[in-house]
């Protein structure tokens, strides 16, 4: 896999203010104020990078107000999101984090559904939906 690296001013020029926050500085955005995506069968890519993340046969409605997933584009093992300990906020998470330019997506958590049990609590600013031709 391609490595995509960029300066902090490159990042600042090609993303928005919140996904720049979000994906270069750890932020979050606020629950429910990402439009949900589309249904349509597509992947959803890093804003970043434009890496395929996710795929929309994945999603599920957490009710968490942030789009979730039960695992990433190629598998609960995946080569392109990337795992990492994240003990910000007084708490210890499992942070995930695009493996090709190391953007910011979220989280994942052990109370997903069935098959991998996995919830990918995703920051709806970090993705790109692109759908199925």
């Known amino acids: 896999m391609e490595k995509v690296v960029r300066s ?3 990042w600042r020029e090609r993303l928005s203010d919140l996904a720049y926050k979000v994906t270069r500085k750890h932020g979050t955005e606020r629950a429910f104020t990402h439009d949900d995506f589309p249904k349509a069968p597509g992947v959803f890519r890093c804003v970043c990078c434009g890496a395929e993340v996710f795929d929309q046969a994945h999603k ?3 009710g968490t107000g ?3 997933f039960w695992q990433p584009v ?9 795992e990492s300990v994240d003990r910000s906020w007084f708490m210890t998470r ?15 958590f052990p109370d997903g559904p069935q098959p991998t049990g996995l919830r990918y609590c995703i920051n709806g600013v970090a993705l790109e939906f692109v759908p199925e031709d």
């Open 8 to 10: 902090d001013d490159e």
């Open 66 to 68: 942030w789009p979730s």
């Open 74 to 82: 190629d598998g609960v093992q995946s080569a392109i999101v990337g």
């Open 94 to 108: 499992t942070e995930v984090h695009c493996n090709r330019c190391e953007a910011h997506l979220g989280h994942v």
């Open 60 to 62: 599920f409605d957490s």
